[in-house]
């Protein structure tokens, strides 16, 4: 009795290019995942780069717009201070009394007491039918002294 190899043979032969072909089929299929995800680590990394460079120059525009910002305001500043000076002097030269007192001589009609004359009144009413009766008593000065005195 001989025995026939050749249906074994082709089976086994088949079986192998069979598992071939898948490994063939599986290191393709990993080497075009390969490629997609390399594509996609590459597209990050490149996103990633771009952002990172947008947001330097944003960074650095914007430091550039907060510095002149700062000087703007910084001469800003300087000008009002010496503003704020300028309105005190004026103002100290015009709450003094050296400016005040001779505009309300003027305008006003401002007497100072030294100057003024000065005269004492005193009222007196009567009691009498008549009510109406008044008298006026002036008193000068040496007279209301003598009456403070006593």
């Keep these: 009795m001989k025995l026939d190899f050749r249906e ?3 089976a086994y032969n088949e079986d192998i290019d069979r598992r071939l072909k898948e490994k063939e089929t599986k290191h393709l299929k990993r080497k075009e ?3 997609v995800r390399q594509f996609y680590l590459y597209g990050l990394v490149v996103a ?3 952002v990172v460079i947008a947001s330097t120059v944003y960074g ?3 430091l550039n717009r907060i510095k002149f910002d700062n000087e703007r305001m910084i001469n800003e500043i ?3 201070e010496s503003e704020i000076a300028e309105l005190q002097y004026q103002l100290d030269q015009e709450t003094s009394s050296s400016v005040i007192v001779p505009i309300a001589q003027e305008k006003l009609g401002l007497v100072k007491i030294s100057d003024a004359e000065t ?3 005193e009222v007196r009413i009567k009691y009498a039918l008549n009510p109406d009766a008044k008298n006026v008593i002036v ?3 040496l ?3 003598a009456a403070d005195n006593q």
Aim: no cysteine; hydrophobic share 40%.
């Design 78 to 80: 300087y000008v009002l």
């Design 33 to 35: 995942l390969s490629r």
């Design 60 to 62: 650095y525009v914007e």
């Design 143 to 145: 007279d209301k002294k």
């Design 139 to 141: 008193k000068e000065d």
């Design 48 to 50: 990633l780069a771009i």
């Design 119 to 121: 005269q004492s009144v």
């Design 8 to 10: 074994f043979d082709k």
